[in-house]
């Protein structure tokens, strides 16, 4: 088990610098002068722009660039963005609120996903199995900014279930539905995947030989059927969660949401390249991490695993 | 259905004082499929009294696993129970309600599955599913309990082994494990499904006897299902033939298998290839033929990787040396893990050799070029153990055939459709079957598609590894023939690896009897069966089911 860990935590390592660098060299090395969106129509000062390139390193050879800033992002110092804050303050505020949402988004497809899937794998073939696969494939096809304005609307401004808008400080009530939006996609997944990996355990020997020994149906159900056929489920939450922690820009810029994604979209606007390339290393660290989760979970699931 | 008039057949025959354990009685069973309604199982009575053992034998899709199966309630879904009554203990439970399934199962009637590989549930230690059935039975199940129940199952170390999972448990040791749970409540009935198939002959054995034992000294009813009529006749005390669902023959072991009544039961008989000896191939002249292969202190290492990536060697292949001779069958035999197969597959090519020589026509095949290794793998082909997983699902059955003349680019389109119809001819297969999928087979017709697509490059020499191990006996008496046939007719070489001595006797000319790596007897098929020099292939012989009963016969 320990080997199998300091492998894994090993395999992070390239991965975690090679993502840096394809940003970095994309955002710093192949636009033209980034000090010039800064600067705006006008034009800076010769000596405003010396200045400006000494404090983004734009002075320095493009591997001194990248070494200094990854010297930043070990000292946590990763500088100011084109409004003059620190980033890392800027990250400080908003992160949280997409860690909120994302894991509001992450319980409920977990929760609902399985739920609906364990049903219709038991019930494979019946109506109410087709009845939620039709009903998945839906949700599967409908884009994520529609389900979200038509949410918003609905039960935002017409029925005033809740607030159509994300306030300051995104208290968790408000959180609610713009979770279930971001969520809402996923969960059609899950329902799929467990649903197939359910109606394939279901008729395992090993559960028949469970059967057999005489152990009631909730007990074959939970400690059978249902542990067996989360192996699969868990690997796709897990790197779905890190998939929403970085990637929830529709549905953050719909409700107004001050997190990661709405800040990314920004900055992208801006050409804000300092804050484009620290918050794409945030989301990769979070990928890295949220896939490094899935593999320990899937160790714990499956002791074949621990092995290997 | 009536059920007043009871006809007095061998099942109830003197059972009329007492009452029988389970009573299967007239019963159909129909599977509800996309195509209608399937009767698998028509009119079938079988009688299991208290303390007896019944074996129900025949080949795969003879319903006998399905009627052993309703007994228990553990029909697949589709599945039912569709006339006739089954009694147990005197309590008709055709259709029970499912407390009283669950109550039944484990505590009145245990399970002992066919598979070891896929009947524990992997994610869960071994005491843990132990355990539980003890738990779910209201049996108390402290650490010693689960222990005991191991330790009655004949594992040893129990205490240590209950805190392992299935992948660290060897076959035999998981059909323990499965033994321990059927057993673990003192079952009245244990319906043992196969329960040694997968096994090797001498684990087998063991293992038999071990469960003889333990249901003699339990009084322990057993209904065993099997497609080995030398097995069922040397364990059981009645035995009941199955053949398309329904029951043809039934009646003391001995009895059946001395004199049996119906056609397929003989059919049967004759096919068992442990009772009945006889030469399959060609005839072998004694004159010492040229040796096509010779095989020289051949060893072969793999390296496994311990805790913390240390690792260390092993050899599966330790200083092997013997010789092929050309035209003529060598059997390579010996358990799991013996390294008979490493063997072959160094002799495709399919592993590197770690050191010592193969020579194959006087030339060393570990120093040919890549362009050597394209012609050799003409001259050189396999046929594997499962025709189920060496066909490949999407490639229907004449694109299989032709695809080795293709990538050898022999002949035209029209030449290659001639050589694939002629193939199909030579394994008796009739040629529409060429649009056919491997799922559209049955398991000896994809055998005979596995052994046209080894023959469509006219090799020299075929390697095949358990080629007929995974086939009903008739079925594999069939394809043992064809091969015999085939190597009269074409002069091929077989190298033949085998876990069961009997398709030895039937096949090879020459025998290798391997152990752990090494080879520890070789000689001709009379010579080893006869008069076996080491104790090991003396252990391997005994092993043969049905042996005894041949000698006593």
């Known amino acids: 088990m320990a080997w199998y860990l300091i492998r894994r935590i090993l395999q992070m390592i390239p991965v975690f610098f090679g993502a840096i660098f394809i940003v970095y060299f994309l955002m710093f090395a192949t636009s033209g002068d980034p000090t010039a969106a800064l600067c705006g129509d006008r034009g800076c000062t010769d000596a405003t722009k010396a200045a400006l390139e000494a404090q983004y390193n734009l002075d320095q050879p493009f591997i001194v660039q990248f070494l200094l800033y990854l010297k930043g992002v070990f000292t946590l110092d990763l500088g100011k963005n084109f409004s003059g804050r620190p980033i890392l303050s800027v990250i400080a505020d908003t992160f949280p609120n997409t860690v909120k949402l994302a894991i509001i988004a992450v319980i409920f497809e977990a929760i609902f996903g399985v739920l609906l899937g364990l049903i219709a794998g038991l019930r494979k073939g019946t109506w109410y199995d087709s009845g939620l696969l039709f009903f998945s494939l839906i949700l599967i096809s409908i884009p994520v900014f529609v389900l979200g304005f038509v949410s918003q609307f609905v039960f935002g401004i017409k029925l005033g279930w809740t607030s159509p808008t994300v306030g300051s400080g995104a208290p968790l009530t408000d959180l609610l539905l713009p979770g279930m939006v971001l969520g809402g996609i996923s969960l059609a997944y899950v329902l799929r995947l467990t649903r197939n990996s359910v109606a394939e355990t279901r008729d395992a020997d090993h559960v028949r030989t469970a059967t057999a020994k005489g152990l009631s149906r909730r007990r074959v159900i939970n400690v059978h059927v249902l542990r067996n056929s989360m192996i699969p489920v868990v690997t796709f939450l897990g790197a779905d969660l890190g998939a929403l922690m970085g990637g929830a820009i529709v549905t953050e810029r719909i409700f107004n949401i001050n997190g990661i994604g709405n800040q990314l979209y920004r900055a992208i606007n801006l050409g804000d390249g300092a804050m484009v390339v620290s918050l794409v290393t945030l989301i990769v660290i979070v990928f890295v991490l949220a896939n490094l989760l899935v593999d320990l979970l899937y160790a714990v699931l499956d002791p074949r695993i621990r092995y290997a | ?553």
């Open chain 2, 1 to 553: 259905m009536s059920t007043s008039t009871r006809v007095e057949t061998p099942e109830t025959a003197g059972a009329t004082e007492r009452t029988p354990l389970l009573e299967l009685r007239n019963v159909g069973i129909t599977f509800k499929t996309t195509t209608g309604d399937v009767e698998a199982v028509k009119d079938t009575t079988i009688t299991v009294m208290p303390g007896e053992t019944v074996a129900i034998v025949g080949e795969s899709g003879s319903g006998k696993s399905t009627s052993a199966l309703a007994a228990m309630g553990l029909l697949p879904s589709n599945g039912r129970v569709s006339e006739g009554q089954i009694f147990f203990d005197g309590e008709d439970i055709t259709h029970p309600s499912r407390k009283r399934l669950e109550a039944l199962r484990g505590r009145e009637i245990g399970m002992v599955p066919q598979d070891p590989m896929s009947n524990l549930n992997p994610v869960w230690k071994i005491g843990f599913q132990v355990r539980e059935t003890l738990k779910a039975n209201g049996l108390p199940s402290t650490d010693a309990d689960v222990a005991q129940a191991l330790k009655d199952a004949g594992l040893s170390d129990a205490e240590q082994r209950m805190n392992q999972y299935p992948h660290e448990f060897s076959g035999g040791m998981r059909q323990r494990a499965l033994i321990a749970i059927g057993l673990a409540c003192d079952p009245k009935l244990l319906i043992a499904d196969e329960p040694t198939s997968a096994l090797d002959v001498t684990v087998q054995k063991q293992i038999l006897n071990h469960l003889d034992r333990l249901t003699d000294e339990k009084g322990t009813s057993v209904l065993l299902i099997t497609h080995d009529l030398g097995l069922a006749a040397e364990r059981a005390d009645r035995v009941v033939v199955m053949q398309k669902g329904r029951v043809v023959e039934s009646g003391p072991a001995q009895a059946l298998l001395q004199n049996p009544q119906h056609p397929y039961t003989q059919e049967l008989v004759r096919a068992v290839p442990s009772l009945t000896p006889e030469d399959i191939g060609a005839e072998d002249e004694g004159a010492a033929a040229d040796e096509i292969v010779s095989i020289k202190d051949l060893v072969k290492e793999y390296k496994i990787r311990g805790s913390w990536g240390r690792s260390t060697q092993f050899r599966a292949v330790d200083q092997v040396s013997f010789g092929i001779r050309k035209g003529h069958t060598t059997a390579i035999v010996g358990e799991s893990g013996s390294g008979k197969s490493t063997v072959a597959k160094m002799l495709l090519g399919l592993e590197d050799i770690t050191s010592g020589t193969i020579e194959v026509n006087g030339r060393d095949i570990s120093t040919q070029s890549g362009k050597e290794w394209f012609d050799f793998r003409r001259r050189v082909q396999p046929i594997f153990q499962n025709p189920y997983g060496s066909l490949d699902p999407m490639r229907s059955v004449f694109r299989t055939i032709e695809e080795p003349l293709r990538v050898h680019k022999v002949g035209d389109v029209a030449s290659r459709r001639q050589k694939v119809h002629d193939l199909l001819d030579r394994v008796a297969l009739p040629r529409q079957l060429g649009d056919r999928y491997p799922s559209e087979l049955s398991g000896g017709q994809r055998q005979r598609v596995a052994i046209a697509r080894a023959l469509a490059l006219d090799p020299e020499i075929v390697v095949c590894d358990e080629a007929v191990s995974a086939l009903d006996v008739l079925v594999q008496d069939q394809v043992l023939k064809l091969l015999g046939q085939l190597q009269e007719d074409l002069g091929l070489t077989y190298l033949f690896i085998t876990h069961d001595l009997a398709v030895v006797r039937e096949i090879a000319h020459d025998v290798c009897v391997m152990e752990s790596g090494r080879l520890v007897e070789v000689g001709s098929v009379e010579d080893v069966f006869e008069n076996p020099q080491q104790d090991y292939t003396k252990h391997l012989l005994d092993a043969i089911p049905g042996k005894d009963l041949l000698e006593t016969a």
